[in-house]
């Protein structure tokens, strides 16, 4: 394909489900061109008729994002955009991750972001700018038990997406934290558990575990965050942080900046059960 649309152009990661594909699919009804990856994708020829091209897709191995970007480079020139979607957690006590359980989810949360950033900033410092956009979450900001590799990912996003931001403003690079509350609609296939939990925490991570599925399953419409999303990256400068969630939500994130931690993590343990 030549490099001659006149759309827009956006990449993004963990686009076959959840947040992702909402955020795709917002984007292609605002008129950009959509370069899709994922792992469940198969290579494609060319963009369909709604300007989507889906290419495979793994953010946890190297040589599956050069691919990646080398086959999305030659459909459609460098990106206006990159979103970062791809993500996991495993749900488990703390203290118990295995090093494996702990890599998987910082792989793919914090690692895949920083693989496709490495490939993806140069091409567009090259072009005069572009705009990164990363899905951190609410839990990048506060905890949810039983989430810890998670929250550690997030957490860690956070840290690189601000300090990413500060050392390439001066090049054109602009860049977005998105930071979702509850949404429906979760990929199970990418909310393991732990195996082998000791019967010390089953119980509490059951609770927990219960509280989670109520408050996901009452969650806002992922298509709104994607609506969201292509909003911001139509303006001309993007806002830092995009934070998409309930009331309660916004009024946790405040509160556990303003009251004493200890009592914070109190009251967020009696929400949760634990």
């Known amino acids: 394909m030549a490099h001659t649309t006149t759309r827009p152009v956006v990449w993004i990661t963990g686009a076959s489900s959840g947040l992702g594909k909402a955020t795709a699919e917002a984007l292609l009804s605002a008129g950009w061109l959509v370069v899709a990856g994922a792992r469940s994708f198969a290579e494609a020829g060319k963009p369909d008729e709604r300007a989507l091209l889906r290419l495979p897709l793994?953010?946890?191995?190297?040589?599956?994002?050069?691919?990646?970007?080398?086959?999305?480079?030659?459909?459609?020139?460098?990106?206006?955009?990159?979103?970062?979607?791809?993500?996991?957690?495993?749900?488990?006590?703390?203290?118990?991750?295995?090093?494996?359980?702990?890599?998987?989810?910082?792989?793919?949360?914090?690692?895949?972001?920083?693989?496709?950033?490495?490939?993806?900033?140069?091409?567009?410092?090259?072009?005069?700018?572009?705009?990164?956009?990363?899905?951190?979450?609410?839990?990048?900001?506060?905890?949810?038990?039983?989430?810890?590799?998670?929250?550690?990912?997030?957490?860690?996003?956070?840290?690189?997406?601000?300090?990413?931001?500060?050392?390439n403003r001066d090049k054109g690079i602009q860049v977005m934290l998105v930071e979702p509350g509850d949404h429906q609609g979760g990929a199970a296939k990418y909310r393991a558990r732990c195996e082998g939990v000791s019967p010390a925490y089953q119980k509490s991570l059951d609770r927990v575990c219960a509280v989670i599925a109520r408050d996901e399953g009452q969650g806002l419409d992922p298509a709104r965050l994607g609506q969201k999303v292509a909003n911001a990256l139509s303006r001309r400068k993007l806002p830092l942080r995009l934070r998409v969630a309930s009331f309660s939500q916004h009024a946790a994130v405040i509160l556990h900046d303003i009251l004493p931690g200890r009592l914070f993590l109190h009251l967020l343990s009696k929400y949760y059960k634990v």
């Open 58 to 167: 793994d953010v946890t191995d190297q040589a599956s994002v050069d691919a990646f970007i080398d086959s999305a480079l030659s459909h459609t020139g460098t990106p206006q955009a990159l979103v970062c979607a791809a993500g996991i957690l495993t749900l488990g006590p703390a203290a118990q991750y295995s090093d494996e359980h702990m890599r998987s989810v910082l792989d793919v949360c914090l690692m895949g972001t920083l693989r496709l950033v490495r490939g993806v900033l140069p091409l567009m410092i090259s072009a005069g700018g572009g705009k990164v956009v990363a899905f951190s979450s609410i839990n990048g900001l506060m905890p949810t038990p039983f989430q810890g590799a998670y929250v550690a990912a997030k957490h860690a996003l956070e840290g690189f997406c601000e300090c990413l931001l500060m050392e």
